[in-house]
């Protein structure tokens, strides 16, 4: 996944597709792009919930016993 999507422009500076897709952009934005959608991180947070949960887990349990806890 990736969300960083810019395009310069000449009076505008550079300009963040995926911080407006992600954060700005209204709920009627018509996105032309098949698989695009509003809000990319949530839903893909929403669907891998609980993998990340374990990761976090098992990363903090190996942290942990190579302390010595």
Known sequence: MTGNATNRSGRSGRFNYGYWLHEKAPSSTN???PG???KFLESTAKEREDEWMRWIQ???E???RQRGF
């Open 31 to 33: 996105l032309s792009t």
């Open 36 to 38: 695009t959608k509003l």
């Open 58 to 60: 098992e990363g903090i």
């Open 62 to 64: 190996t942290a942990a």
